[in-house]
């Protein structure tokens, strides 16, 4: 009534089945507590152990790993996914190594690929080229990191937006080149991405554009340590490139407004040999190679956190 078919190319096996199935197709019609190696393994309801296929299927849940193409399990998982599409549809305590990682639920573990998801609470690490997650309890490193809202994680990439608990800020600045700059900041205190639009009314042509990283440093209830690195081109008026860093020290007139102001290093260079444009202000300018100058300035800036 429940029969058993184990051959080398398809194994069908009842519920409560211990032997390893080791073939093309393998097919476990209930749990299945041992070893599947194959072109395609399913399990029906739950599974420990490791599948090794193509592709891997678990109905229930899974104690044990998953090395494949394309591993699927229903219900929660822990334990280790290896392949190139990896998912779970519960919560998972799991490592999952891939270039696409899912989990419908809670994840506590670690996303390593290049797009990881987890769809509720995040308590681990997610590592890649995109993070996303509804609540960040973790760690988020990648390039662009999504998180509706965070709890007490922290996502480091070049661009994180978070919906709730995020830092966004406008501000406008005079800088040692560029007496008008706008820049919108986004991500989190310790680390958010901005993006600046220089402008020179006395030039027309002097218009630059850039980005960059900084991190907000508490020093006392209002007053803050601001660094900042920004890379900027110069595109309508000699074409040319800067790079510069800040030291800021800001005060902050409650939970919106602050006042930053403090030292600049800029670098600033082009490499077609034509004329560099000279700073707005500096405190000193100094031929360091072929067509480049390193100048000394300063940053004055008003911001809105919103």
Known sequence: RDPVIYTLFINSVPDNFYLPLIGFINDARGNHYSAQIGFVNTTRRNFGGGQVSFINTVGGNVEGTQIGFINTT??????????????????????????????ADTLTGAQIGFINTSAKKTNAAQIGFVNTAKTLKGAQVGFINLADSIECGVPLGFLS????????????????????????????SQLY???????????????????????ILPLSKNFVFNPEFVSTTQYLNNFQQTNSFAAMFGYQFGSHLSVLAGPSLVLQYESRNKPLSDPF????????????NLISGARLALRYKF
């Open 74 to 103: 229903a219900g929660s998982f822990g334990g280790v996914q290896i392949g190139f599409v990896n998912t779970v549809a519960k919560k998972t305590n799991a490592i999952q190594v891939g270039f696409i990682n899912t989990v």
């Open 161 to 188: 937006i978070v919906r709730k608990g995020g830092y966004h800020a406008l501000e406008l600045s005079i800088s040692e080149m560029h007496p008008i700059n706008l820049s919108y900041k986004i991500g989190v």
């Open 193 to 215: 991405t901005t993006f600046n639009l220089s402008y020179d009314p006395a030039n027309a042509k002097n218009i630059a554009f850039g980005a960059g990283l900084g991190s």
């Open 281 to 292: 202000f500096s405190f000193s300018k100094t031929a360091v190679f072929n067509n480049a």
